[in-house]
């Protein structure tokens, strides 16, 4: 494992000094050399979207699939920065698609979280899986909720992703104010019932414009989770108050 300060041949592909990078390997340097984050040079190159560096780094020899300490490969590390030309070429040189990380998390869940609808498209081309599951039960469809990215949630469900699960992802768009997203999922069949009542969660976020579509489409302000989220909203001052106060009474 190397110190605080980084190994030639890292320092060099996080520098964009490709001549030295050449030297280092025609010199013999362990390509698997890591920094004291577990990241090799190849994680560098990915990270900077270095398509020249990694692959000088790949036609040497070095392991697409190699992990950091947090079990990211070089696929991961592209990803995670948008990295798509270094993305394309680690595919083409064999990455995993869907290799996890110690969270369970792909490469796939990355970009969804970051909203990084190019990564996305490219992943799904090559075959990553929209239906699997991280350490928590949560699907790349909810984790594009949360961030409130409607392409890539339109995308995912493109490729059969499942937008309605436990903790339903109309919830948590609810709660965050994401009101492209809850229409997305209202238009999807997403039902504005159950144990996690996306009304009560905008109410109690005072998401105005999020409980205005959800009182539209059929959510009940009477039901007992938005009424108790509508006393607490009240105490609080809210406006979206207004919004239920507005509906009136059977």
């Known amino acids: 494992?190397?110190?605080?300060?980084?190994?030639?041949?890292?320092?060099?592909?996080?520098?964009?000094?490709l001549d030295v990078v050449r030297a280092e390997i025609a010199?013999?340097?362990?390509?698997?050399?890591?920094?004291?984050?577990?990241?090799?040079?190849?994680?560098?190159?990915?990270?900077?979207?270095?398509?020249?560096?990694?692959?000088?780094?790949?036609?040497?020899?070095?392991?697409?699939?190699?992990?950091?300490?947090?079990?990211?490969?070089?696929?991961?590390?592209?990803?995670?920065q948008n990295a798509c030309d270094v993305a394309k070429l680690l595919?083409?040189?064999?990455?995993?698609v869907d290799r996890e990380d110690n969270d369970r998390w792909t490469p796939l869940f990355s970009a969804?979280?970051?909203?990084?609808?190019a990564v996305v498209e490219l992943l799904l081309a090559n075959g990553a899986d929209v239906k699997r599951c991280d350490a928590d039960g949560w699907t790349c469809s909810y984790i594009a909720c949360q961030g409130g990215h409607v392409a890539v949630l339109k995308r995912l469900?493109?490729?059969?992703?499942?937008?309605?699960?436990?903790?339903?992802?109309?919830?948590?768009?609810a709660s965050r104010g994401h009101a492209a997203v809850v229409a997305f999922l209202l238009d999807n069949g997403a039902v504005t019932t159950g144990d996690w009542s996306p009304l009560a969660a905008?109410?109690?976020?005072?998401?105005?414009e999020v409980?205005?579509?959800?009182?539209?489409?059929?959510?009940?302000?009477?039901?007992?989770?938005?009424?108790?989220?509508a006393d607490v909203a009240r105490?609080?001052?809210?406006?979206?108050?207004?919004?239920?106060?507005a509906t009136p009474a059977d």
Not at 91 to 96: E, H, K, P, S, V
Not at 235 to 245: I, N, P, Q
Request: aromatic share 4%.
């Open 1 to 17: 494992m190397a110190g605080l300060v980084a190994p030639l041949l890292l320092a060099a592909v996080r520098d964009g000094k």
């Open 27 to 80: 010199a013999g340097a362990d390509l698997a050399q890591e920094d004291e984050d577990g990241q090799s040079a190849l994680h560098y190159a990915a990270q900077q979207n270095a398509v020249d560096a990694a692959t000088l780094l790949l036609d040497a020899g070095a392991s697409v699939d190699a992990v950091d300490q947090d079990g990211w490969t070089a696929l991961y590390a592209a990803c995670e």
């Open 91 to 96: 595919i083409a040189r064999g990455a995993t």
């Open 112 to 117: 969804c979280q970051l909203g990084q609808a």
């Open 157 to 173: 469900a493109d490729a059969g992703a499942d937008v309605h699960q436990k903790f339903t992802p109309i919830y948590v768009a």
């Open 202 to 208: 905008a109410v109690e976020h005072n998401h105005v």
């Open 211 to 229: 409980a205005k579509l959800l009182v539209a489409r059929g959510a009940d302000p009477r039901d007992p989770a938005a009424k108790a989220a």
């Open 235 to 245: 105490s609080r001052g809210y406006d979206v108050v207004a919004v239920l106060e």
